[in-house]
């Protein structure tokens, strides 16, 4: 009698393979999530510190943050992760947002005059913080 060899994977084999894959993606799936949200936060304290500086320097020109009503300076609107905003506290003092959207969006960073940088609201898991920009 002659004995042929079986070419392939055995089911066991195969079910091995595919639990090691699985618990390969459970942890990599998470951790690239969170390594592509630290990527984008970047865009929102970038903006904060260049508007801060637009508004330094327009304080220079006019001894005021204030234009009329609004801040010296339009935030700007082409930022992809983040909307930033701007809010007087009379002529001498500004409180500037970068409120997150897309993948950030329970970010939220603040700057102001006095260049007190916030982290007043992050996602679960993140830490918050009254006094710096949280970005790890």
Same mark, same amino acid.
């Given at each position: 009698? %002659?004995?042929?060899?079986?070419?392939?994977?055995?089911?066991?084999?195969?079910? @091995?393979?595919?639990? $090691? $894959?699985?618990?390969? +993606?459970?942890?990599?799936?998470?951790?690239?999530?969170?390594?592509?949200? /630290?990527?984008?936060?970047?865009?929102?304290?970038?903006?904060?510190?260049? *508007? /801060? !500086? %637009?508004?330094?320097?327009?304080?220079?020109?006019? +001894?005021?943050?204030?234009?009329?009503?609004?801040?010296? $300076?339009?935030?700007? @609107?082409?930022? !992809?992760?983040? =909307?930033?905003?701007?809010?007087?506290?009379?002529?001498?003092? *500004?409180?500037?947002?970068? =409120?997150?959207?897309?993948? $950030?969006?329970?970010? @939220? *960073? =603040?700057?102001? %005059? =006095?260049? +007190? %940088?916030?982290?007043?609201?992050?996602?679960?898991?993140?830490?918050?913080?009254?006094?710096?920009? @949280?970005?790890?």
């Amino acid at each position: 009698m %002659q004995v042929r060899s079986a070419a392939g994977f055995t089911l066991i084999e195969l079910l @091995v393979a595919m639990s $090691v $894959v699985a618990i390969l +993606a459970t942890i990599a799936i998470p951790s690239y999530t969170r390594y592509v949200q /630290r990527g984008d936060l970047v865009e929102g304290t970038q903006a904060l510190s260049q *508007y /801060r !500086v %637009q508004m330094e320097q327009y304080y220079q020109d006019n +001894a005021s943050y204030a234009n009329g009503a609004a801040c010296g $300076v339009v935030p700007p @609107v082409t930022l !992809v992760n983040f =909307t930033l905003t701007c809010a007087l506290n009379g002529n001498q003092a *500004y409180l500037a947002t970068a =409120t997150g959207r897309n993948a $950030v969006n329970l970010f @939220v *960073y =603040t700057i102001d %005059q =006095t260049n +007190a %940088q916030a982290t007043p609201n992050a996602p679960a898991g993140w830490s918050t913080s009254a006094t710096s920009w @949280v970005i790890r």
